[in-house]
């Protein structure tokens, strides 16, 4: 019947689809870019072909796979991180950020920043210690019980994110010479500090947080029909919800502390995947993955090359594409 | 038959506010039993507390003789399905996906369906008469149509011991009709215990081979339908003027409220 092999023939199909989606993504954003030199001589030296131009060997190898393989991390993270809470507290508006950790990272990163450390770990340690604090914060005052009550965590979570914007307001309304372009740049995503020890870092990090988020998938599902339902359908709701909520806030909070807050691809992947693909988890999950990670890659290379000038923050460009495209697919699908 | 459910000296309360108290009875296996009582007498606490949501104290509730502390979630969902009474239609799943996801407590962590989980699911849909919706999305059905996805759903579990909170509430009375039938269905085909909370006194009237009237948390009278449906009990906990009289189907008793108008 249509349903036994619907699962793993749609899960099939979207790995394999996303997955050449995400490879052509990459050979594009890798072949791109400011250098004089042209995309043949680029996919030469991507594709391995000797005696080639030493410069751009250097810039393809050390200054754009870094970028874009971080574009890869932060933009699957974000989009799974949606989707986890999407389904956690069963909240279509929910987003990676709802529960306060952008918030905390900002206020993290600014300090860092007004303090005149480095990037990277100066400023990335301060939005981490700073998005640990909020998740903390928020554990602590929806424990115990309460946690399962989603509106709970979802108050607290909107009340301590509008906590943390007064304070930033604040700290940015102090801030007057140069480092004022570097806080909002952080603000608004960026990814131009990427090199290859920290990417690889947070590769480390990442890739088994997606593989564990991928067993609770089918318990996400679950989930969707309500809690104590749940339950009684065999499910450990409180132990699957507490993994879950850690695992994905740590997540998140070791890509923003890197790239800042990039905004809306968290929130709309998860539901551009889920018009396309349908609702269910196992096979979003990966969906997410890739779908988000091509995704930032593409918003990333836009955001590189498209000024004649420097770069903007990619997070203009996540929202500038993807809200229309967004609408345009709701629309279709409500028709 | 063995006992499905032994309750013992069961009390719940919400912060200082006691809910049940002091409850023991027992339910036969194979039984159908219905739970009735006014807004407020603990008919769903009752309800949560048999179904493993809500905890208890060691000993207060057996089921099939073994304490319900003492089962995992997973065993506990093979023996016991529960259909809530608010029913979360969530993202859009289809029906079929939403049958199949009873089958839970029988698959691996990722649940991908196996021929005999597709096979359960397909004989639950075809008793619920849900099976011609099979591709539809739960949020397009009406809501008789979803309480029998929900009911499917909890077949598709296979327990022996199905609950279910006032799942006529919002139908209409062909569809309230359908439920019981199914409900009974289930009980002299599967030979599955059916334990239900209804506000319906009729419906528990002519379907209940045992009813459980609750008054502020506590067992008012429990006993055969015409044991517990006399006007003495019904006055005394509803606290309104009712008529009792023969069914002239099947010889249950038959409860009429009397409106104000008619009472001199």
Redesign the interface.
Known sequence: MAAQTSVIKRLLLVIVLLTGILAAALLIALSSGSSREGMGASLAIIFGQEDANATLETIIWHLRLPRVLLAVLVGATLSLGGLVFQALLRNPLAEPYILGISGGSAIGAIIGIMLGLSRFPGVTFCAFIGSLATLVLILVMSSGTTILKKDALLLSGVMVNAFCSAVIMFLVSLTQDARLQNIIFWLMGDLSSADSRTTGILALILIPCFLVIFFFSHAMNLLLVGKETAQTMGLPVKTVTVVLLVLTSLMVSATVSYSGLLGFIGLVMPHLLRLIWGPDHRVLVPACILGGGAYLVVCDLLARTLPQQGEMPAGVITALIGAPVFIFLLKKSRR | MKTAFAINNLSHAFGTHAVLKNLSFSITGGDFFIIIGPNGSGKTTLM?LM???LKTGTDRIRIFERDIRNFS??????R???V?Q???V?????V???V???R??H?N???????RD?ET??QAMVITEVAHLA?RKLDQLSGGEQQRVFIA?ALS?EPEIILLDEPTASLDISHQIRVMDLMEKLKIEKKVTVVMVSHDVNLAAMYGDRLLLLRSGEIASLGLPHEVLTFQNLEATYGCKVLVDENPLGKSPRVTPVPQKFLV
């Open positions: 949560k179904a493993g949501v979630y997973k065993s506990l969902a093979r016991i399905a529960y809530p608010q029913l979360e969530g993202f859009p799943f289809t079929e996906e939403a199949l996801m009873g839970a407590p698959q962590v990722l649940g991908i369906p196996q021929d597709i699911a397909r591709d759903r579990q």
